[in-house]
Structure formats: structure tokens, C-alpha cells
């Protein structure tokens, strides 16, 4: 069963164009994460959210949690080709001394 | 600061062989520490985790073992191996379940 849905699972926009990916979930997180992973390397962590509604911002890309703690979306502006790499969202579910990740989406920037 | 080593980057087995891939922490005490498994750049599958020295918990099923012989200190074994268990692996640690820093991960090719 897959906690986590992800959405787009794989995304090519050119350059300078703005995007969203989104997180999804029926369960409730105490927290949820992005992270963003170049090939052949480990998932490097963006920011983390905790409360409902949060919204946090990282120069171009924009976080928002829901109100509901239930999902969450990764809004950039303007892409560049050094956005490129696959995002993974993961979520804190209270209790659990574990994280559950999505599938990742897979984003491709062209020049 | 805190810092992850993953040994070895890349690993090429024979089917049958036994396998054992070192994950260490430095710079922090009594971390959680976590083996996943990432397969074609796709989303992460929760193997193991730890909260303390030899308490492992399993979450899937597998032909992979891991133990906690230090507190900083994550290896995850295998007996025999299958062609199945290729794959690219990751050891991540954690404070609590907010931000997981992971190593840079072992490439497996099981032939």
C-alpha cells in the first residue's frame, strides 16, 4: 500500500517555465519533507514542514502543507536545468520512528 | 558536525555470495539509523531501522539482515544473495523523524 502519491510521476518542462508537484495522502503526517536526489547520490533534504497551512520558500521553489496535514505540493519558479533531479516527498507519521516516502517524481528541465 | 559514511559505492556479487554493507555516524549520539532500498531512480522501500544498539526492526520480508553492533554503527547482511537483491542502497540517520541525512548510498549488482 502506498501512503504516498506522488504527482507527476515524470515531468519535462523547458527552461523559465513554472511548475508544481504534488504529495498525497489519506493518512495524516505530524510532518512531511522534500527532499531532491541527483543520480548515484542519496536524497538530500529541502525543507521540512510541520504545521497546517505552512508555507516555506527556498529562492525559487515554494513548500505548502496542508491544512489537514494530509499533502503538501513543491511549486518552482521559473526552472533552470540545475532543477533537474527526482523529488521525493516523505512523511512523519506520529509515533512511528519512521518515515514513508513517495515515488518520486521524476523532473526534467530543458535549456 | 554530523556526518554518514557508506561503504563500499559500488559492488558487483555473484549470486549465492554473502554480503555486508557498513553505514557510520559521526558527530552525534543514540541516532536512528535506516537501510533502505531505492530500485531504477524510483521511490525509497523501508528495509530496516533502529532506534538503539540491537534493536532492528524489519519492515519488509527479505533475504537481508541487519544488526546494530555500535551505537553509531549500521550493517545490513545477507547470507546468500539473489539476483533480486540488486539494487541501489542507502543508509540515512536521524535525531528524531526530522530530517533524515543519508549516505551516499552502495550500488549492488548481484550476477
Known amino acids: 500500500t502506498q501512503l504516498l502519491e506522488q504527482s507527476p510521476q515524470f515531468l519535462s518542462i523547458q527552461e523559465g517555465e513554472n511548475l508544481t508537484v504534488y504529495c498525497n495522502s489519506s493518512?495524516?503526517?505530524?510532518?512531511l519533507q522534500w527532499y531532491r536526489q541527483e543520480p548515484g547520490e542519496g536524497p538530500v533534504l529541502l525543507v521540512t514542514?510541520?504545521?497546517?497551512?505552512e508555507v516555506k520558500k527556498l529562492k525559487r521553489l515554494t513548500f505548502q502543507f496542508g491544512d489537514a496535514r494530509k499533502d503538501s505540493s513543491l511549486h518552482i519558479t521559473a526552472a533552470q536545468p540545475g532543477d533537474t533531479g527526482l523529488y521525493l516527498c516523505?512523511?512523519?507519521?506520529?509515533?512511528?520512528?519512521?518515515?514513508?516516502f513517495g515515488q518520486g517524481t521524476r523532473l526534467t528541465i530543458n535549456p | 558536525s554530523q556526518t554518514i559514511h557508506q561503504w563500499p559505492a559500488t559492488l558487483v556479487q555473484p549470486v549465492g555470495s554473502p554480503l555486508s554493507l557498513e553505514c557510520t555516524v559521526e558527530?552525534?549520539?543514540?541516532?536512528?539509523l535506516y537501510w533502505y532500498r531505492q530500485a531504477a531512480g524510483r521511490g525509497l522501500q523501508l528495509l530496516f531501522y533502529s532506534v538503539g544498539i540491537g534493536q532492528i526492526s524489519s519492515e519488509v520480508p527479505q533475504n537481508l539482515s541487519a544488526s546494530r553492533p555500535q551505537d553509531r554503527q549500521f550493517i545490513l547482511s545477507s547470507k546468500k544473495l539473489l539476483l533480486s537483491d540488486s539494487g541501489f542502497y542507502l543508509c540515512?540517520?536521524?535525531?528524531?523523524?526530522?530530517?533524515?541525512?543519508f549516505g551516499s548510498g552502495t550500488r549492488l549488482t548481484v550476477v
Open positions: 514542514v510541520v504545521t497546517g497551512g
Open positions: 558527530g552525534t549520539s543514540n541516532p536512528n
Open positions: 516523505a512523511g512523519a507519521i506520529k509515533g512511528a520512528q519512521k518515515l514513508v
Open positions: 540515512a540517520w536521524s535525531p528524531q523523524n526530522y530530517g533524515y541525512t
Open positions: 493518512s495524516v503526517f505530524s510532518s
